[in-house]
Each structure stands twice: as C-alpha cells, then as structure tokens.
C-alpha cells in the first residue's frame, strides 16, 4: 500500500481524494482504482477439526461529505464485500535412512563400486486446513537405482513401475488437520543401489524429487508441488556421518 492510512487497531484502510486524485471527484460513470496487498499467515491455528476452510473477507465503503443525507454522518453510497477462500496448507517431508527403525538395510557403508546397498525411503504428507481428495505422491528413480519389495505399510497404495522406474503412491483423501490433528500420512520403502565405477568418489541420487498432486475441496482448484530429492548424503542419518561418497 503506498497510499492511504492504515488503523492497527480496527483493521481499517481509508484512502481519501489526496491521497488518490481519483477519489477527488468522480463524475457519472467514471471510475477509479486503489491498490493495497495483505500478507497471511504462514502458519494458520488448527486446534480442533473444526479449524478449516478458512475465508478471509473485506468489505469497501466509499462515501461522501457532499452527498446530501438526513444523517449527520457521511452517507455510505457504495459497498461491496469480497470473500476469498484459502487453499489448504499441504507440505510433505522426503527423508532417506540407511539405519532405520522400519525397514532393516544391508550392504557397504560407504557404497562400494559393484556392490549392492540399501536404504529406506520415508514419505510423510502433512494437510492443514481443507479436506482434499485424489491426493497422489509420484517420483522417478535414477538409473542405476531399483525399488525392493519392501513397503510398510503394505496396503497397496504404493506401486512400482520397473519399466520406467516410477514410484506411485496412490493416498486418496485426506482430511483437514492430518499432520496436526492426527499423524501425518507415511509411507516408507526401500531401495537398492549398485555403483558404477564412473560413480567413484561421488555421492549417489536415490530418488529423484517428488510431485505431489490433490483437490482442494474447499477451494475447487488442483494443488500441486515438488519435494526435494534424496542422495546418500542423508544428513538425517547421523549414523552414516561423511560415509556417503562411493569406494572402490
């Protein structure tokens, strides 16, 4: 907002003609703009399961001291209410364990040229706000990269393609608060590298960055976004230390 004055304590904006040579007189249809930008809040309180499909809502009044009225105030001779709906808040968290709690791996630590190793995929999905539908998690592996048969849980909702080597999970709808109100939807899988020699003294890519897509059911529009993708640097494996870069 450049122009105008804003008042703290009521939430107010008021413009008024020196502020805008439009507002200073505007004859019959003739017509005017202002501009002013609001920031949201990053993170939006969700303290029970009612706390969703949020709405932010302003309301414009422009009047006018020459415009003849019995009130002694100013005369109210336009208005309009504008009522914008948020999307849900959705963020998924991708982590890489060689040591891991649910799926046990093998192999050399650090990677061994020729030699398999394994390590453990988590994928967790956090939704805040609306209730979303068709929700679906999609990732391709690097050549040289394959998936194992091991998947907790191993419900059916994550399938693997070994002609292209993708990687779908399939998570359905989920409801408002999951991640805050209840567990965060997870999956874990693991997956098996061999090295090749041209990979010598490199960290290796295990999975390639993620896509995330849904339906936002409050706001009827397709959500959609990239997660990071993982190497064998996983810093989130404190037992691993500077054991990632491959050995002969």
């Known amino acids: ?49 009612n ?41 998924m968290e991708t ?11 093998s192999g050399p630590i650090p990677p061994q040229v020729g030699k398999a190793t394994t390590y453990t995929i988590h994928w967790k999905v956090f939704n805040i706000s609306n209730d979303i539908a068709n929700a679906q998690v999609s990732a391709e592996l690097p050549t040289g990269v394959i998936m194992t048969d091991k998947i907790v849980p191993n419900d059916g909702m994550l399938t693997y393609n070994s002609r292209n080597n993708s990687i779908l999970w399939e998570i359905g709808n989920l409801a408002a608060g999951v991640g805050t109100l209840t567990p965060p939807k997870e999956v874990s899988f693991q997956v098996q590298i061999i090295p090749a020699i041209n990979q010598l003294n490199n960290k290796v890519d295990l999975i390639n960055s993620a896509v995330f897509s849904a339906k936002d ?32």
């Open 217 to 248: 059911l409050f706001t009827n529009t397709d959500v959609s976004f990239e997660s990071e993708k993982k190497d064998t640097g996983l810093l989130e494996d404190s037992g691993i230390g500077n054991k990632y870069k491959v050995v002969q």
């Open 95 to 105: 982590k890489g364990f060689y040591n891991d709690s649910v799926i046990i791996n």
């Open 51 to 91: 706390d969703k499909n949020f709405v932010l809502s302003s309301i414009v009044k422009i009047d006018s001291p020459d415009i003849k009225s019995t009130l002694e105030s100013n005369k109210i001779i336009a208005g309009n209410r504008l009522d914008i709906k948020l999307e849900s808040k959705i963020f």
């Open 1 to 49: 907002m450049k122009q105008g004055a804003f008042d703290q304590n009521s939430k107010v904006i008021t413009w008024k003609g020196v502020d805008s040579p439009s507002l200073k007189l505007l004859g019959p249809g003739q017509t005017g703009e202002i501009f002013f930008s609001i920031k949201v809040k990053s993170n939006i309180p969700v303290e029970a399961v």
